[in-house]
């Protein structure tokens, strides 16, 4: 079967840098997603791997190891305005996106 | 703003009643598509959309019927609902089905059936 695997919920301090990953096994792959989702609002996208390496956007970076099935998502500075989930999502073989369940992420002062 | 809209953001429902979920995109995308995304689950798919043709039903129970009446549009007619499809419903759309997948999501409905 498919399987996307990803913390249930971390805690991090505001200032700090937090690594979120996410571990796959999928019938193929086209490429890995991280969307954010604050509470009560629509999932955002925000990276897209297909590549092995990292790829930065700001405070945002998001790795990816193919070989190993692997991707984190790195967040610096953290603000509390991070405080949210952070779904990670791959594209299979048929281009079907498999969805992990999602990492909560706290933020204290 | 995502430019996917959805109509309404909360709805409650008895296990009788027949209502309708709308979704709107204003990004000149071709594919759509409804999620049902349950607490502490992955999102689960539901159905899919490209270009007005239904593309994709993921063992979705007939209670659920989805509507595309055109690539702008897609609705999800609810009727004879049970308590466990008490859940967060998501529209998303992209460019088309298949590589061009980025996909951007509306704000969804929050469902609850009594």
């Known amino acids: 079967g498919q399987n996307i695997d990803q913390p249930t919920e971390m805690t991090a301090t505001e200032g700090a840098i937090v690594q979120i990953n996410c571990t796959y096994q999928?019938?193929?792959?086209?490429?890995l997603f991280w969307y954010q989702q604050h509470a009560g609002e629509a999932p955002t996208f925000l990276s897209y791997?297909?590549l092995d390496g990292l790829e930065e956007k700001g405070r945002f970076s998001s790795f990816l190891s193919r070989s190993k099935g692997y991707s984190y998502l790195l967040l610096k500075e953290l603000q509390m305005k991070d405080s949210a989930s952070y779904l990670c999502?791959?594209?299979?073989?048929?281009?079907?996106?498999?969805w992990g369940a999602g990492t909560k992420l706290i933020i204290k002062p | 703003e995502t430019g996917v809209t959805q109509t309404p953001r909360h709805l409650v429902m008895g296990m009788t009643n027949k209502k309708s979920l709308k979704c709107e995109q204003h990004?000149?995308?071709?594919?759509m598509y409804w999620y049902k995304q349950s607490a502490k689950k992955p999102l689960e798919l539901m159905f899919v959309?490209?270009?007005?043709?239904?593309?994709e039903n993921n063992s979705v129970p007939s209670r659920f019927s989805p509507e595309c009446p055109n690539s702008s549009h897609l609705f999800l007619h609810l009727h004879t609902l049970q308590p466990e499809d008490s859940a967060l419903y998501l529209c998303?759309?992209?460019?088309?089905?298949?590589?061009?997948?980025?996909?951007?999501f509306g704000p969804g409905t929050r469902l609850l059936v009594l």
């Open positions: 990004l000149g995308h071709n594919a």
């Open positions: 998303a759309s992209s460019l088309q089905r298949g590589s061009q997948e980025t996909q951007y």
């Open positions: 791997n297909v």
């Open positions: 999928t019938s193929g792959f086209n490429g």
């Open positions: 999502a791959v594209r299979d073989s048929n281009y079907q996106l498999i």
């Open positions: 959309y490209n270009f007005k043709e239904q593309t």
